[in-house]
């Protein structure tokens, strides 16, 4: 894309990012956007095209674009919550912290649970111009074995999940993204483990260097999003990290009738 329709996409990604247009909200026209933003129509449809690419919007007929995120299903009401009286350290260091906590569910005799803290993490898909996406072939000690992996790693205290994404992605592959998109936060293990991720997507990327965090790196390359779906199969792609950002990208272009082959 050229300037013009470059600064195009970024203020039409900076709308979304606002939430300027709520989930389902019916996206202005290409008619009302060509006059609005000075951009001629195939152009616009170019920024279109890559913002649904993204899933960032859906398709809704012809030259119909709706902000994605509607759902119909309703919040069931008097479904309480468990009472939690108390928490107990069993053991805690840097990296983990092995508690005991006094909970009630409704209707339930209270008992000793045992909860499991860990840090923060942020993990992040970079996706380039070719649909491919920048991973790390690593091997993993706990079970044993060699997968693809998103880059990704604790969030400091004090720091931003957006900054961590940005960070860890240099240190661990040499390349930085363009921009990023925070995508979800989401508990790996609601049931006993509190370990929250944050999730982003990346597009574009400049090399900047070679990896600085060399425990972490291993081999870098960019693999094609239609090499997913038989990496899954393979067993291959380590972490839940991994797998929630790359099947987040790949179900919003099946979403909208894109797939990741081209």
Sequence with gaps: ??????KVYETLRERLAASQYAPGDK????????EELGIGRTALRQV???LVAEGSLEVRGRSSYRVPGAVSVVRPDGVKPWRIHGERDLYNNRWVKLQLWDVEPPGVERFEHHVVRLHRVAVTAVLDDQDRVLMMWRYRFVPQQFGWELPGGIVDAGE????????E???ETGWRPKSLEH?????PMVGMVDSPHEIFVGHGAKKVGEPSDLEEAGHIEWVPLADVPGLMA???LMGSGTLVALLH??????GQGITAAR
Excluded: C, H, N
């Design 1 to 6: 894309m050229g300037p013009k329709t470059t």
């Design 27 to 34: 996206f202005p026209s290409e008619r009302a956007l060509v």
């Design 48 to 50: 279109l095209a890559r």
């Design 160 to 167: 931003d999940p957006a900054e961590t994404a940005l960070r």
């Design 169 to 171: 992605v240099v240190e």
């Design 183 to 187: 995508v979800v936060t989401y508990q």
């Design 234 to 236: 393979r067993g291959e």
């Design 249 to 254: 990208i790949l179900a919003s272009r099946r």
